[in-house]
């Protein structure tokens, strides 16, 4: 079983920098496309950023020049540096993976920009 756990969210003035963390466990885990989404209540889950196996990234548009996905060279972390950030930016902040065609998710972890 994959488990994966975010970690680095919280309370942020508008114009900041976060850096989230997200650590896979339970097994070896070899996931063709690791992502970052974001929910805020009563939205949709939107796609944040994603890594596709080779390195390929993709951003939303909304994120694109101030968030960067990366990940280690074990690919058992995923992270997510994110600056400049706006209070539009505010939400649950989840990591997710594609293996084998099973999509797994971490549990969240909160952002809040706000001054």
């Known amino acids: 079983q994959v488990q994966l756990v975010e970690s680095g969210g919280g309370l942020v003035q508008p114009g900041g920098s976060l850096r989230l963390s997200c650590a896979a466990s339970?097994?070896?885990?070899?996931?063709?496309?690791m992502n970052w989404y974001r929910q805020v209540p009563g939205k949709q889950r939107e796609l944040v950023a994603a890594?596709?196996?080779?390195?390929?990234?993709t951003y939303a548009d909304s994120v694109r020049g101030r968030f960067t996905i990366s990940q280690d060279n074990t690919k058992n972390m995923l992270f997510l540096q994110m600056s400049s950030l706006r209070p539009e930016d505010t939400a649950t902040y989840y990591c997710?993976?594609?293996?084998?065609?099973?999509?797994?998710w971490g549990q969240g972890t909160q952002v809040t920009v706000s001054s």
């Open positions: 890594m596709i196996t080779g390195g390929t990234t």
């Open positions: 339970g097994r070896t885990f070899s996931p063709t496309v």
């Open positions: 997710g993976a594609l293996e084998s065609g099973t999509f797994y």
